[in-house]
């Protein structure tokens, strides 16, 4: 987990610094908010994922990154909870994508109604 933070929380700081910097220029792009929706969604996506008894808590990220696919025998019955947990880390960056770029057009149409 420690692993993950070290590495999300630095991205997302360089993205929303890139982000106000870019609106500050009057250079917007949808791109820039949709990756840093990515991440965000992500990451959420990778918080809520479900529980797992058999590890007494969530999945590491390097098992769910893989989908299960690095689980040796007795701990591949939780091949199917990586699965799942995968597809909801991808739901969340998905979404967060999507929401990333609607901010970003009503930031650039509320910045052309200004003038």
Do not use: H, W
């Not at 590495?7 to 791109?31: C, D, H, S, W």
């Amino acid at each position: 987990m420690e692993v993950l933070i070290v590495l999300i929380v630095p991205m997302v700081a360089g993205l929303t610094f890139l982000a106000g910097y870019l609106y500050e220029k009057r250079q917007i792009n949808f791109i820039v908010f949709a990756l840093l929706g990515l991440f965000i969604g992500g990451f959420i996506g990778f918080l809520l994922r479900p529980y797992d008894p058999l590890f007494r808590g969530q999945l590491p990220f390097e098992v769910v990154i893989t989908r299960g696919s690095n689980l040796e025998f007795p701990l591949n019955v939780a091949v199917p909870l990586a699965q799942t947990s995968f597809n909801y880390m991808l739901a969340g960056a998905i979404l967060g994508a999507i929401c990333g770029i609607i901010v970003g057009y009503l930031i650039l149409k509320q910045k052309i109604l200004k003038g």
